[in-house]
């Protein structure tokens, strides 16, 4: 019943964005996530008008449609939570679209399964430089060589950092700026100090019913330990390794102590930040400007008292969990090659435009760009370009990601809320995971 409703909700969302057009012009599909505000920027006909994720998304295929007059891009919003559900039952049913958004950590599996398209010699024809893309955005959209995605930010794991009450803490340099913690035992040293100065928790994040988020701390602290919990081939993991023990143990220590604030999901993490009720919120580079227009207001308690900074480096090798969107052609949703051409050019006009997308606070996927004054000189940006370097998730050849992270999210949390015994987490994660990735479509 519940996969009826959903291939139901899908097919009225393909519906609903899918209107006939009578002008003669050449028509694709792009379904997409990121909220809808047409009521706000849908007659908004340039990009750099638009804002946040909703506004210049908005803003971009309006200015599209508005300097291409022989093609137009019919937008199909989707829900964030049950996107891949709305997506697969589309497919399922042959209501498949143009141009989808995916993540790059679910892209593999759409690759695998031979449904998007390789895009390599639509890049060379139109003139989007392979060559200029990012790190982190050509490991997350290449698979086997060819490339099956145009990425389109990296976003990652950070800290945001109330400066005033590390300035009360003694965690501050002369300069004002946080004093970074450059190993376990520092950041405890700075926990203990933060909380017997201030009387508050050093961190605030989202460790009830948010499970991503305490995947993507272990994966980084695993990560910045130059250790792999997957296998080569990507069909198993290995949780007995020393890496996996420190970063358990260390998250463990923290909330035992008292230095995370207690049974918080994501808006009660990010709310205790913006009332100055912990020193650090940990989460991703979408809330940059939440919080930077926070911290401009009279009102706020975090006036004037915002930074946001990479995860720190606690261990020998820069890493930090990264993940991010792309634009993936899917086969059969372009109905000739005339669609299929404005597809490969509606992905050219994105990507010359993606400096725009970099004001939301998610990252460039342009060598050019994240090297430009222009980027560098957004609020706060310049000191998070060497993530589009530093940036790691899971292999690409490990299948159903997202899954994956929820599986290991969920038993790193009961390290913590409950305080099960690292062993026993060790056990459940391998088992549970193995069991996943055997039973995953490949």
């Known amino acids: 019943m519940k996969r009826l409703l959903i291939c139901f909700s899908a097919m009225l969302l393909a519906a609903c964005g899918a209107s006939k057009d009578t002008s003669g012009k050449t028509e694709i599909t792009l379904m997409r996530f990121f909220g809808s505000c047409e009521a706000q920027y849908g007659q908004v006909v340039k990009a750099s008008d638009g804002v946040g994720e909703c506004g210049i998304v ?172 997957f296998s080569d081939d990507g069909k198993t993991i290995n949780m007995h390794q020393p890496a996996v023990v420190n970063a358990l143990t260390l998250m463990q220590t923290l909330y035992r102590e008292g230095h995370v604030r207690p049974n918080l999901d994501y808006a009660a993490a990010n709310q205790a930040f913006l009332n100055s009720e912990a020193g650090v919120v940990v989460g991703g580079t979408w809330t940059i400007d939440q919080f930077l227009r926070e911290s401009q207001k009279d009102e706020s308690r975090l006036k004037g008292a915002y930074t946001v900074k990479p995860f720190p480096q606690l261990y020998e090798k820069p890493a930090v969990f990264a993940d991010g969107h792309s634009w993936a052609l899917f086969k059969g949703g372009a109905k000739d ?87 026993e987490v060790q056990d459940s994660v391998e088992k549970r995971v193995n069991k996943a990735l055997k039973k995953a479509r490949r």
């Open 337 to 423: 090659a005339k669609a299929h051409e404005a597809a490969s050019k509606f992905l050219k006009f994105v990507w010359d435009h993606s400096a725009e997308w970099s004001r939301t606070g998610h990252l460039p996927v342009s060598k050019t760009v994240a090297d430009s004054a222009a980027f560098k000189a957004l609020p706060m940006r310049a000191a998070l370009t060497e993530i589009t370097q530093t940036g790691t998730g899971m292999p690409g050849n490990v299948p159903t990601q997202r899954a994956i992270e929820l599986l290991i999210g969920e038993d790193v949390a009961n390290v913590m809320i409950s305080g099960k015994a690292i062993d």
């Open 58 to 229: 908005t803003a971009l295929v309006n200015e599209f449609n508005a300097t291409h007059p022989d093609i137009v891009v019919k937008t199909q919003i989707g829900e964030w939570g049950p996107y891949y559900d709305q997506l697969t039952a589309r497919l399922v049913a042959k209501d498949i679209p143009t141009i989808a958004v995916m993540h790059e950590s679910a892209l593999g599996d759409y690759v695998r399964r031979k449904l998007v398209l390789p895009l390599d010699e639509d890049f060379k024809r139109v003139g989007v430089p392979v060559d200029d893309f990012t790190e982190h955005a050509r490991r997350g959209t290449s698979f086997n060589g060819q490339t099956y995605a145009l990425p389109f930010d990296t976003w990652a794991w950070l800290w945001h950092i109330n400066t005033g009450l590390f300035k009360k803490a003694g965690l501050t340099g002369a300069d004002g700026e946080p004093k970074l913690p450059r190993s376990p035992d520092e950041l405890l040293a700075q926990a203990r100090q933060f909380k017997q100065r201030t009387g508050k928790p050093y961190f605030a994040w989202a460790v009830a019913n948010e499970t991503a988020a305490n995947d993507r701390t272990f994966l980084t602290l695993v990560a910045q330990q130059n250790t792999q919990l």
